[in-house]
């Protein structure tokens, strides 16, 4: 997939040394726009992440009739002017969602529970990604999803929606969210299973504007509606997101001499996996400055080297470090011994095959990487470089690599590497500042 943007990236010359604040979580910065356009009342929100993900989720609302004022240039900070769960306005185009996949699934859930017709698409990456997990369940809700295949794009003609218990097959914070906003248009309680838990930042959020969520004993996710969202009183903040936090953690337990600080890091239970494993592979991270800001916990993680080992991943800690496995690939690439992944096959259909691309990429840069059908086998060793790879047109691919190549005997070029502003379009000046190699290429 050719979407530009080239990386140049590696060996670092020294440790990495200095204090960074990465951009606010990806995942809750959707989350937060979404409850805020479909509340009655106005929503300040700050830390909000200002990639081309989230604000495709924005740019949606404002083309069904919501204001949107930012607050400062960067926009990080926003007044949402809510229109209300049924004040939402038949959009004139299309909706394009660009890359990103959270944005889609959620919305499914909100375009299910309305009185008009939608269709949105989304890039070439997103236009093949499974939608089936989100659309089955809002039919069953009533809602009609036309389409080819169930791929985008999609019409999404709402209806009046009945409550359902859904068995969900797949461990994904991103079918369960889609169910739960289609609940708030339902009648009846409406009840989510998941083979796994998985992130939960929608139930945590929901009852911040009114709305109660319950899980019970067995982690089943109950959800009657109350007929409103109210907008809340206190603005909402959103932590540091802990997926572009792994990336600098990962280059500074492998470049010796590192030693650096990540200030406020969302520290959620469910979205810690990849600090658990990295811990399990020998990294070194203590956290400072424990806080909660609204129902989230953060921190500050002090993170320095320590030469990592290959483990074999807990089952268990993968729905909750699924964003963070190709940065996991590059650690395992560099570690002593060997690094074993079950039950992964969720990264086959992210942005990328995120398996098969990320095995692509380390071979070429002289690692031994063994592809599984639900994971892979790592046995680690060194990095030559001094090679070109293919990020894909997937952020986390380019970034993965740009930190794989700090500890290679010479340059890494990654090619396609322009979606890093899906998700953290400053990752190559703070990078620098922290003292990795990496810059782009000015041809």
């Not at 990806?26 to 909000?48: P, Q």
């Not at 926009?75 to 229109?83: E, F, M, P, Y």
């Not at 320095?304 to 963070?324: H, M, R, S, W």
């Not at 892979?376 to 794989?404: F, K, N, S």
């Given at each position: 997939?050719?979407?530009g ?26 989350r937060?726009?979404?409850?805020a356009?479909l ?5 300040e ?17 404002v083309q ?18 809510g229109?209300?769960l ?5 959009p ?78 797949v ?18 309680e ?10 939960d ?35 909402i ?9 792994t990336?600098?953690?990962v ?15 969302g ?53 909750d ?26 990264l086959?259909v992210?942005?990328s ?17 063994t ?6 086998i ?24 740009a ?32 003292g ?8």
């Amino acid at each position: 997939m050719n979407v530009g943007g080239t990386l140049i990236a590696g060996p670092a010359a020294s440790g990495l040394i200095g204090t960074v604040s990465v951009p606010g979580d990806k995942s809750m910065s959707h989350r937060a726009v979404m409850l805020a356009a479909l509340a009655d009342g106005t929503t300040e929100i700050h830390g909000f992440l200002p990639g081309e993900d989230c604000l495709a989720t924005a740019e949606m609302f404002v083309q069904m009739g919501v204001s949107i004022d930012w607050l400062n240039d960067e926009k990080t900070s926003l007044r949402v002017h809510g229109v209300g769960l049924h004040g939402l306005k038949k959009p004139a185009n299309i909706l394009d969602a660009g890359n990103s996949g959270t944005c889609v699934r959620l919305m499914m859930g909100v375009f299910a529970g309305q009185d008009f017709d939608v269709t949105v698409t989304g890039d070439a990456s997103l236009q093949v990604r499974p939608m089936k997990r989100v659309a089955d369940p809002v039919r069953t809700m009533g809602a009609r999803v036309v389409g080819d295949g169930d791929l985008l794009p999609l019409t999404i003609q709402g209806g009046q929606l009945k409550a359902i218990y859904h068995a969900s097959k797949v461990a994904s914070a991103q079918v369960k969210s889609c169910v739960l906003l289609a609940a708030l248009f339902a009648e009846g309680e409406t009840t989510v299973s998941e083979p796994r838990p998985t992130r939960d930042h929608t139930e945590r959020m929901l009852p911040l504007f009114g709305q109660p969520v319950t899980v019970d004993e067995e982690g089943l996710v109950h959800l009657k509606a109350v007929g409103k969202l109210i907008a809340p009183s206190e603005p909402i903040y959103i932590p540091a997101d802990p997926s572009s936090a792994t990336f600098f953690a990962v280059a500074a337990s492998l470049v010796k001499g590192s030693d650096i600080t990540l200030e406020r890091i969302g520290m959620n239970p469910l979205r810690n996996g990849w600090k658990r494993i990295l811990a399990d592979m020998n990294g070194t991270m203590d956290l400072q400055n424990e806080a909660l800001v609204g129902e989230e916990s953060v921190a500050d993680i002090h993170v320095t080297y320590q030469g990592l080992k290959g483990v074999q991943v807990n089952p268990a800690d993968v729905p909750d470090a699924i964003d963070e496995f190709p940065v996991l690939f590059a650690a395992a690439a560099l570690a002593e011994g060997e690094f074993v992944l079950s039950e992964a096959e969720e990264l086959r259909v992210k942005e990328s095959d995120r398996i098969a691309v990320m095995a692509a990429a380390l071979q070429v840069a002289g690692a031994n990487f063994t592809e599984k059908p639900d994971g892979a086998i790592i046995v680690g060793g060194e990095l030559q470089g001094g090679c070109t790879v293919d990020a894909c047109g997937d952020h986390r691919i380019a970034m993965a690599m740009a930190v794989a190549a700090q500890c290679a005997a010479s340059d890494i070029t990654i090619e396609n590497s322009a979606a890093i502003a899906t998700s953290f379009p400053d990752f190559v000046p703070l990078a620098q500042s922290l003292g990795m190699n990496v810059r782009w290429s000015e041809k």
